[in-house]
């Protein structure tokens, strides 16, 4: 169906639409259209206010009200215009629809976003395991016997610290470079403008409570019709175990080149310690997050690119589980090849960031910060 949208605000070549991403838009507008009109679901989340701020939709509208939804499923059983009535409105799942098909759309380059859109898990998970058969034909190579002996956790006798530095460094630059050009485009195209440090504060604040996975107060319904926290609580423990793995990195790499004090740590070391709270926090949080994203029910979701997600969320808990055990076995036998599968698992993750589920908390970022900023003016002009 041709698309009914003139575009006003996205600059030519910001993002391609294909067939899928125009009809997402055309059913999200007309969602938008009818709730507009209800306005019963105002009081649930941040979506249906910053609807209201509106009586026209543009493409930007849109990506950027999809984008805002946390898909709770609390507007679904609430809503008097849902399946079977002949409205047929289903805002979580037309707002999952359009927000996947915002990703492909702002990802560059646009040939590996669709690949991956395509191939999911399988993807990944090869990508991952290239890297780890790279670091053991690369060890094998130097010397096959280092492979499996003891090197009381020194990780650098089996791969350089510069070659680790030169792989994981490249990747981390690309990652910055696809998310800056992704979430540049994706401000625009959102009419986007500059937000004080009042949006960017209450924006960063919501993001961390997960505010809006509250389903308006009990909790998310996306499993069944009674509300529940569970969701909310595994992806605290998702995002704050990535958060510590994070922290523990950089605190490592100011050991190393800030003080000269190099690898492996005491297990009571700072560092250490850091790490394995992020650990466990990324082994608890995917497998609930995964187990509930079985039991969602199907009309609330977008089916077909649930197989990026479950790459994401298996990826972190692989990555997760391979780092805990080559921490706890490090001084035996067993660490060469646990070293080589743990970092394929590490690059075959941050290959596939900007191409997955981990872009949604950059864009929702975005749209919290243009939502705190619309209100706070909002409030001014009153």
């Known amino acids: 169906m041709p698309c009914p949208y003139s575009l006003p605000n996205v600059r ?30 105002e009081g649930l989340c941040a979506v249906f206010p910053a609807m209201e701020m509106r009586r026209t939709f543009t493409a930007g509208d849109l990506h950027y009200l999809a ?18 009535h002949q409205f047929d409105v289903d805002v979580p799942a037309a707002l999952a629809r359009l927000r996947n098909a915002s990703y492909a759309a702002y990802a560059w380059p646009r040939a590996f976003a669709n690949a991956f859109v395509r191939n999911g898990l399988v993807v990944t998970l090869l990508a991952a395991a290239s890297v780890a058969i790279f670091v053991i034909t690369f060890v094998a190579v130097q ?15 089996l791969m350089p610290h510069s070659a680790m530095v030169g792989i994981f460094g490249a990747v981390a630059l690309y990652d910055i470079l696809v998310f800056a050009l ?26 961390g409570e997960l505010r809006y996975l509250g389903g308006g ?11 529940s926290r569970a969701r909310r609580l595994f ?59 079985r039991l969602r ?17 298996v990826m972190l808990f692989l990555t997760s589980l391979t780092g805990l055990l080559l921490l706890g076995l ?40 243009k939502y705190a900023a619309e209100r706070h003016r909002a409030k001014l002009v009153e």
């Open 12 to 41: 030519a070549g910001s993002f391609v639409m294909n067939r899928t991403h125009s009809e997402a838009l055309h059913e999200a507008d007309r969602l938008m259209t009818i709730c507009n009109a209800c306005r019963y679901c």
């Open 67 to 84: 984008n805002l939804c946390h898909q709770c499923g609390a507007c679904y059983p609430d809503c008097q215009y849902a399946p079977p």
């Open 143 to 157: 010397d096959p016997a280092v492979l499996f002996e003891r090197h009381g956790g020194d990780f650098y006798r």
């Open 182 to 207: 992704g979430l540049r485009a994706f401000w625009r195209d959102i009419g986007g403008s500059a937000a004080g440090p009042v949006a960017w504060g209450r924006a960063i604040r919501d993001a």
């Open 217 to 227: 107060g009990g909790g998310c319904m996306s499993e069944n019709e009674k509300p």
């Open 235 to 293: 992806h605290h423990f998702t995002f704050y175990g990535f958060l510590l793995c994070f922290a523990a990195t950089c605190v490592g790499t100011i050991y190393h080149y800030g003080f000269a004090w190099y690898a492996p740590y005491p297990f009571f070391s700072l560092p250490v310690i850091l790490g394995t709270l992020g650990g466990i926090g990324l082994l608890v949080g995917p497998v609930g997050l995964y187990v509930l994203a």
């Open 297 to 313: 029910a199907p009309h609330l979701t977008d089916r077909p690119r649930l197989g990026m997600d479950e790459a994401f969320t």
């Open 330 to 369: 490090r001084g035996t036998a067993s660490m060469g090849m646990l070293l080589a599968v743990h970092l394929g698992f590490v690059l075959g993750l941050f290959l596939s960031l900007p191409y997955g589920k981990f872009v949604h908390a950059l864009y929702r970022l975005l749209a919290l910060v």
